[in-house]
Antibody, heavy 120, light 109 residues
């Protein structure tokens, strides 16, 4: 059974940093691209960042480019999101999502999310 | 940047009726279009990918069509568990950039 478990969310002050993690199991992690998607309270889905199986292809939404860094450790079956210079508008539930295959595919499994709240 | 729009914002449908949801891309995304369903308090679920291919375990009452800039998700006979928000998503850009539409809420008439 595919499982994606996010962690690392919490309350953080504007301008500070936070690192999210996603522990994956139930599939061959290094065969698939992975993504982060966020959802602000009461709002729609926003793709944040994606990374190919070998980290050779990485993309970011314009809203986070230069502040967030996605990475993965295939030996640990884990995906990460380093978030720096956090802003109030980064407040959201952050989902980890598995791609169906290569990076340009849909997202077939999602975690339950970890909540990030940016506030003073 | 490719902008996705969805219409209508809210669709009120009676159980057993047909629902037709539209998604439009600001430029061609070929068939690189997915549909997701999200219920309150739950993560999204992949319904359709490649514009028209049902994901594993998705009932046949869900169907997708379209290519280029115009796409449709049809639910042939709404069941109680289908009342939810539906999002389209394009995955055509390189370097990778993905865009979700704003969503269509399907509620009970």
């Amino acid at each position: 059974e595919v499982q994606l478990v996010e962690s690392g969310g919490g309350l953080v002050q504007p301008g500070r940093s936070l690192r999210l993690s996603c522990a994956a199991s139930g599939f061959t992690f290094d065969d698939y691209a992975m993504h982060w998607v966020r959802q602000a309270p009461g709002k729609g889905l926003e793709w944040v960042s994606g990374i190919s199986w070998n980290s050779g292809s990485i993309g970011y939404a314009d809203s986070v480019k230069g502040r967030f860094t996605i990475s993965r450790d295939n030996a640990k079956n884990s995906l990460y999101l380093q978030m720096n210079s956090l802003r109030a508008e980064d407040t959201a539930l952050y989902y980890c999502a598995k791609a169906q295959g290569e990076i340009l595919t849909g997202f077939d499994y999602w975690g339950q999310g970890t909540l990030v709240t940016v506030s003073s | 940047e490719i902008v996705m729009t969805q219409s209508p914002a809210t669709l009120s449908v009676s159980p057993g009726e047909r629902a037709t949801l539209s998604c439009r891309a600001s430029q061609s995304v070929s068939s690189n279009l997915a549909w997701y369903q999200q219920k309150p308090g739950q993560a999204p679920r992949l319904l359709i990918y490649g514009a028209s291919t049902r994901a594993t375990g998705i009932p046949a009452r869900f169907s997708g069509s379209g290519s280029g800039t115009e796409f449709t998700l049809t639910i042939s006979s709404l069941q109680s568990e289908d009342f939810a928000v539906y999002y389209c998503q394009q995955y055509n850009n390189w370097p990778p950039l993905f865009t979700f539409g704003p969503g269509t809420k399907v509620d009970i008439k």
